[in-house]
């Protein structure tokens, strides 16, 4: 069954089943091998998309990554406006093969610790919507796009703030799904990351999949129609 998308965003068409062994092995090639560094991979997707999942996925399969949450970052920081963050963060890690950041925002309001990738990290990979921001592409290794049913999307991420407490009663989540998606919308449409995705994942499958199956398709996408 097709998936709903926003308008502007291609549905991608030809998906191949893959283990999970298989997935991981087609994400660390569109990396490639930087020398002096840990490969850097962008997990990037719509609100609700699967972008953890598939993040956690890979982080237990790789020895030694990182993974940088991009909620981290966007701690207390206007919607999406948190890009030279990561941008400073992925500079010192191609410079220095590690990294360490305390956003302002944490500084100001006391939050502890630091948003770290540690010396010896063989594979950062950044998740969250808008990891792959077009400002920061080049520091990128390779995009992985999480495309997902629009709302069956939305279902699951207003059930996980409920179930987390994140945004208050199910009244609340509604609504600040609502004011999330009056900003994810116009942003994505502007930066199109599909367009630079060398692999997408479906996060809600396009139909049934054995156990620990993935539906993947090479991209970029191609831009609608």
Excluded: Y
Aim: hydrophobic share 50%; proline share 8%; no cysteine.
């Amino acid at each position: 069954m097709p998936m709903l998308l926003p308008t502007g965003e291609p549905a991608a068409t030809g998906w191949r089943v893959v283990d999970e062994a298989a997935l991981v092995a087609r994400v660390l090639e569109a990396a490639g091998e930087p020398a002096g560094r840990p490969r850097v991979v962008a997990v990037d997707g719509r609100g609700g998309a699967g972008k953890s999942t598939l993040a956690r996925r890979l982080a237990a399969a790789v020895p030694s990554t990182a993974v940088v949450h991009t909620d981290d970052l966007a701690w207390h920081e206007a919607f999406f406006g948190w890009g030279h963050l990561l941008q400073g963060l992925l500079e010192a890690v191609h410079r220095d093969g590690a990294g360490r950041l305390r956003p302002p925002a944490w500084e100001r309001r006391g939050r502890p610790g630091a948003v770290e990738v540690p010396a010896g990290t063989s594979l950062v990979v950044v998740e969250g919507t808008g990891a792959s921001h077009r400002e920061h592409a080049h520091l990128l290794d390779a995009t992985v796009w999480v495309q997902s049913d629009a709302a069956e999307a939305e279902r699951r991420a207003i059930d996980r703030d409920v179930a987390q407490g994140v945004n208050g009663d199910r009244a609340a989540a509604v609504a600040f799904w609502d004011e999330w998606m009056a900003h994810e919308l116009p942003f994505f449409a502007a930066q199109r990351p599909w367009e630079r995705a060398a692999l997408v994942v479906a996060g809600t499958a396009p139909g049934p999949l054995p156990e620990g199956a993935i539906a993947v398709v090479a991209g970029p996408l191609p831009a609608a129609a």
